[in-house]
């Protein structure tokens, strides 16, 4: 009895015209409500805010000409050394000499610098085309550093120059003394093989170490020079460390590129 009086008041309402309808409920209202809020705060963001990437690169600190390495020229026992690692020496200036058979040659410097790694020692027997010294290419001592860093090839093409650049050094702690300050001074056109590296830096190893992740785009960072500092350089903190900062010391740099407007990336 009680389904037929059920169905009889659905026929005399078939539409149910005069049952009151939701259309949402609160809570669902304040979802859309929370959301449009959302989606317009990131609209006006993506069109009016910007954002700054960074790319991140290794590199070594050196002087901006590079260095040389010093091969024996005959086969041999050395018999004397003339310098020392550190010394600062014009072109010409005599090395060390080694003794043949015939004769006793001494082996010059090729151009002016620094020696920063001396592998001969007296006495030791060499063979013609040894490694003997890597001397780094100043006229100098007080000439400034430079940090050269080996950024993809992907991404060296979006560095302009004059960019800043942020520079941990190795041998500086950074919670400590900051970070190095500096600009991009140039890009390479083309990457670097690791031959080429290791002509430039005068050293195989770091060759293989910059190589590694694939040929790169040297990047030169003209450090930013400051009086009031013991090292010479600007850093991030008021006075950077309390000792000077040495060539041949490897950094890892963060390159700030151009800031972009976020919607620019969804435009063709």
Known sequence: MQFRQKALAKLQSPEELDVPVRFARPQGWLVLTVTVLVMAVAGFWSVTGSVSPELSAPGILTHAEGSYVLQSPVAGQITAVFANEGDVLPSGA?????????????????????????????????????????????????????????????????????????????????????????????????????????????????????????????????????????????????????????????VSGAIHLAAQRPIDWLLP
Not at 212 to 230: F, I
């Open 94 to 250: 005599r090395l060390l000499s080694v003794r043949t058979d015939q004769k006793v040659v001494t082996v010059r410097t090729v151009a002016a610098g620094r020696v920063t790694a001396l592998a001969a020692k007296i006495g030791a027997v060499v063979t013609t085309g040894a490694d003997l010294a890597t001397v780094e290419r100043i006229d100098n001592a007080n000439d400034p550093l430079v940090a050269v860093l080996y950024a993809p090839a992907s991404g060296a093409p979006t560095v302009p120059v004059g960019s800043p650049v942020d520079l941990t050094v190795q041998s500086v702690p950074a919670q400590r003394f900051g970070v190095l300050r500096g600009r991009v001074l140039a890009v390479g056109r083309v990457p670097e093989t690791r031959q080429q590296i290791t002509s430039f830096l005068g050293d195989s190893q770091l060759g293989d170490q910059f190589s590694a992740q694939g040929q790169p785009v040297a990047v030169m960072v003209q450090l930013d020079r400051s009086t009031s500092t013991r090292s010479g350089y600007t850093w991030s903190s008021a006075g950077g460390p309390p000792y000077a900062i040495d060539s041949t010391t490897l």
